[in-house]
Nanobody
Framework: QVQLVESGGGLVQSGGSLRVSCAVS????????MGWFRQAPGKEREFVAA????????YYADFVKGRFTISRDNAKNTVDLQMNRLNPEDTAVYYC??????????????????WGQGTQVTVSS
């Protein structure tokens, strides 16, 4: 079956950096766009970043542009999110997801059919 396992979350001070990773198994990873979403307490889940299956195109939510970078390694079936200049508003559970609908440049969660369990990122002020 399809499995997504996130890792790398934790506690970091405001202005710091953190890298979260997602290992995917059970599907042809290189055929699917991958995304990262997040959900803060009391808020709806929101799109953060995504990358085309080939790695050639990335797109981001406006609130992370210039601070976060998504990358993938199709040989290792992993997708990472490098987060720099973190602030307390970035505190959330971060989820990776597979764009199983194969809708290009999709930033809504309805396109994503497989999800990881999430990893907590906490930014202290």
């Amino acid at each position: 079956q399809v499995q997504l396992v996130e890792s790398g979350g934790g506690l970091v001070q405001s202005g710091g950096s953190l890298r979260v990773s997602c290992a995917v198994s059970g599907l042809s990873f290189s055929s699917y766009d991958m995304g990262w979403f997040r959900q803060a307490p009391g808020k709806e889940r929101e799109f953060v970043a995504a990358m085309h299956y080939s790695g050639g195109i990335q797109y981001y939510a406006d609130f992370v542009k210039g601070r976060f970078t998504i990358s993938r390694d199709n040989a290792k079936n992993t997708v990472d999110l490098q987060m720099n200049r973190l602030n307390p508003e970035d505190t959330a559970v971060y989820y990776c997801a597979v764009n199983g609908a194969q809708v290009r440049t999709c930033n809504v969660d309805s396109c994503y059919t497989y999800w990881g369990q999430g990893t907590q990122v906490t930014v202290s002020s």
